[in-house]
T-cell receptor
């Protein structure tokens, strides 16, 4: 247990569906991140939030829409996804956006997404 | 561009020592980190090097040479539970971003 939880753990959705992924941490961290992990590829940073403000959008398609209502919760809203979007979506948190590396990012277990 | 290179697979036997190398090419550098990920699990933080040299944490050690843009993770007294994927990651953007390598799958055999 890392202190970061993600729901659901598994999700199968059609290309026309709308779904949301949820991430929650109660570590007192102020920075939260979405990463995409595809097989045999590096983890790809998608979005960064620091004190609820988005500070990084790594050229992510608009069919992925993040939301951070407070420092403890992060959502990823999904709509009209493509089969190539099937991957493990990982949420992470760190104390602050620029004070994280030496303390480690805390990752959730991920949501395994399959787009059919 | 930004890239980190590490071997895709390494195999070793229980009790042995294994070294996983990582070379990086990034626009900024704010430390080299290592993460472990078991199948189906969350990546977990192992170590961090900001300065050149060796950092030791129990059976695991991590080394950094900034002049060579190179680092490694050393695992000693290997155990079966060490079978996992190991990722190196470089802090970029003043530490605000972690850029990951593609991961090294370590298999520990009896």
């Amino acid at each position: 247990e890392t202190g970061v939880t993600q729901t659901p753990r598994h999700l199968v959705m059609g290309m026309t569906n709308k779904k949301s992924l949820k991430c929650e941490q109660h570590l007192g961290h102020n920075a939260m991140y979405w990463y995409k992990q595809s097989a045999k590829k590096p983890l790809e940073l998608m979005f960064v939030y620091n004190f609820k403000e988005q500070t990084e959008n790594n050229s992510v398609p608009s069919r992925f829409s993040p939301e951070c209502p407070n420092s403890s919760h992060l959502f990823l809203h999904l709509h009209t996804l493509q089969p190539e979007d099937s991957a493990l979506y990982l949420c992470a948190s760190s104390p602050m956006e620029r004070e994280g590396p030496q303390y480690g990012w805390y990752f959730g277990p991920g949501t395994r997404l399959t787009v059919t | 561009g930004q890239s980190l290179e590490q071997p895709s697979e390494v195999t070793a036997v229980e009790g042995a020592i294994v070294q996983i190398n990582c070379t990086y090419q990034t626009s900024g550098f704010y430390g080299l980190s290592w993460y472990q990920q078991h199948d189906g699990g969350a990546p977990t933080f192992l170590s961090y090097n900001a300065l050149d040299g060796l950092e030791e944490t129990g059976r695991f050690s991590s080394f950094l040479s900034r002049s060579d843009s190179y680092g490694y993770l050393l695992l000693q007294e290997l155990q079966m539970k060490d079978s996992a994927s190991y990722f190196c990651a470089v802090g970029d953007n003043q530490g605000g971003k972690l850029i990951f390598g593609q991961g090294t799958e370590l298999s520990v055999k009896p």
